[in-house]
């Protein structure tokens, strides 16, 4: 059991070019987030899916697009990078959302530098 | 809005001493408060969390918090620490209304650190 999987783990990037971000789990989470984790600012939602095929904008969602066409996966789409978007990304997944079925498991990171 | 404070950017304390890890929080209505720790290059992981009941909770690896509604904390709590607890410690709320949002906001974290 893998829990939640990001790939790749290190990527640099030029000013203007796209990427995806990979995430996928394997524990039959209905909900999936991503966030952005900046040095002394704590993590910030930028998506998040309560199921396939349904996604709604957290609190830093510009410049990033989501698509969640199964339950093991959630991309994060970057398409014209920005040194604003350096940054460590991480997945994570729960259960459902009430109170007792979080937390949420993470994912180890994608670090993406933007130059 | 809610919102999450944790004052202290770094605590230092020595191995076999109590520790804590100061959180506030803000939100409308009844909390739902977490306590995640994340070590070097790896994603967050829970510790523990307060949803209603009791207001000491206990967690992993010998880590406790207590719930204080009228100073509205949740402090996290070791009575002795261990080196391998050095690490960034993140304190995280949700609003405990049935209509709330899927977030959880995260404060900014407090990096602990135990000497030998």
């Known amino acids: 059991n893998a829990g939640v999987t990001q790939t790749p783990k290190f990527r640099i990037l030029k000013i203007g070019q796209s990427m995806t971000l990979q995430c996928a789990q394997d524990?039959?989470?209905?909900?999936m987030y991503w966030y952005r984790q900046d040095p002394g600012m704590g993590l910030k939602l930028i998506y998040y899916s309560v199921g396939a095929g349904i996604t709604d904008k957290g609190e830093v969602p510009n410049g990033y697009n989501v698509s969640r066409s199964t339950t093991e996966d959630f991309p994060l789409r970057l398409e014209l990078a920005a040194p604003s978007q350096t940054s460590v990304y991480f997945c994570?997944?729960?259960?459902?959302?009430?109170?007792?079925?979080?937390?949420?498991?993470f994912g180890d990171g994608t670090r993406l530098s933007i130059l | 809005a809610q919102s999450v404070a944790q004052p202290e950017d770094q605590v230092n304390v020595a191995e076999g001493n109590p520790l804590t890890v100061k959180c506030t929080y803000s939100?409308?209505?009844?909390?739902?408060l977490f306590w995640y720790v994340q070590y070097p290059n790896r994603g967050l992981q829970f510790l523990l969390k307060?949803?209603?009941?009791?207001?000491l909770v206990k967690g992993s690896y010998g880590f406790e918090a207590e719930f204080n509604k009228s100073q509205t904390s949740f402090h996290l709590k070791k009575p002795s620490a261990l080196v391998s607890d050095s690490a960034l410690y993140f304190c995280a709320v949700r609003e405990g209304r049935r209509d709330s949002s899927y977030k959880l906001i995260f404060g900014s974290g407090t990096r602990l650190l135990v000497r030998p």
């Open positions: 994570a997944s729960s259960y459902s959302n009430t109170p007792s079925n979080q937390p949420q498991h």
């Open positions: 524990m039959n989470h209905n909900y």
């Open positions: 307060y949803i209603t009941g009791d207001n």
């Open positions: 939100v409308s209505g009844n909390p739902y």
